[in-house]
């Protein structure tokens, strides 16, 4: 089993220090409410894989041009503020995408992959909203069938502060229902067991702290199923709360499985108490775009963030 470091990459131009970074813009004029959208996509292997590319068995193929420009496309109408993705590939692949995306008027200056026990597939963040913190988690482990293995992407961990409120964005994607073994039919043992692991570390950093944040990404599981339950209550404690969301026809889905044509919801937006005060409408949405379906296997899910600033003390009248 390949080593888990905790490994985070900053990609483009980074301060060193990124509370510097956050401060830079402390002389400037404040609106009188800062709203943010927030958004997570698998963008479906941004990455070198074996391929069918039109019919043709392709190894060692990147993802195809006409995948990437619909992503694109896709993201530009988008147009969140901090955008959290899934199945990246290495640093390389995401410095492209940004690079991208910025020749096409669609800066994100602030790009972080982090590097679990997967050396394949990756957890990043893109964001035009600069982080005042920042860490991966790839030691997280637990037992599972004969011995004990990490977490296989590992938990991705983000500070910001908005009009003096910090929050933290965790970004997760939990092992897969493929299995290779057959006393874990579709890995639901195993992806419990990442969730609860991840749910155990966020809880003994920030559980007693108050701060807000938000968990979010590909759970590849439904909404009732052990792996999202783990992060939604422990005994009658409300941990955090699933944002309800649908798509502009009312539809739930966030997944097709081509080969068996199922359409489910297996990517969420899950709030803590603390941050649900500050979501637009208390709810989120599927982000439906005619090139979605060209770009990935999964829709996006957005919701937007409201903070109001803080309200200036009175001056004392001149004497």
């Not at 701060?211 to 999202?228: Q, W």
Request: charged share 25%.
């Amino acid at each position: 089993m390949r080593a888990a470091a905790v490994c985070l990459f900053f990609v483009g131009v980074f301060p060193p220090d990124l509370s510097t970074a956050a401060e830079a813009g402390a002389g400037e004029a404040v609106p009188e409410t800062v709203r943010l959208r927030v958004a997570t996509w698998n963008v479906e292997n941004y990455l070198v894989m074996n391929r069918i590319i039109d019919g043709r068995w392709r190894p060692d193929y990147p993802k195809p041009e006409s995948e990437k420009t619909a992503l694109r496309q896709v993201i530009a109408a988008l147009d969140a503020d901090i955008l959290a993705l899934q199945e990246m590939g290495t640093e390389p692949f995401l410095r492209e995408l940004q690079r991208d995306l910025a020749r096409e008027g669609m800066d994100y200056p602030y790009a972080l992959l982090m590097e679990g026990d997967d050396p394949v597939r990756h957890v990043a963040v893109l964001s035009r909203v600069p982080p005042v913190h920042a860490e991966g988690h790839a030691d997280l482990d637990f037992p599972y069938l004969h011995g004990r293995i990490p977490m296989k992407r590992g938990l991705q961990e983000i500070h910001f502060e908005t009009e003096g409120v910090r929050w933290i964005l965790f970004n997760i994607h939990l092992k897969s229902r493929y299995t290779d073994y057959r006393k874990d039919p579709r890995s639901l043992w195993r992806r419990t067991a990442e969730a609860r692991v991840a749910r155990d570390s966020i809880r003994r950093r920030h559980g007693e702290s108050g701060t807000p944040y938000m968990v979010i990404g590909d759970f590849n599981d439904t909404t009732r199923s052990a792996p999202v339950r783990r992060f939604l209550t422990v005994g009658d404690r409300t941990l955090t709360v699933m944002l309800d969301a649908t798509d502009r026809n009312g539809q739930r889905w966030t997944h097709h499985w081509a080969r068996e044509d199922v359409y489910s919801r297996v990517d969420y937006i899950l709030v803590s108490p603390a941050l649900l005060p500050h979501v637009a409408e208390g709810r989120a949405w599927i982000f439906d775009h005619p090139h979605t379906g060209a770009a990935s296997d999964h829709r996006p899910v957005v919701t937007e963030l409201v903070f109001p600033a803080p309200a200036s003390a009175p001056q004392a009248d001149a004497q």
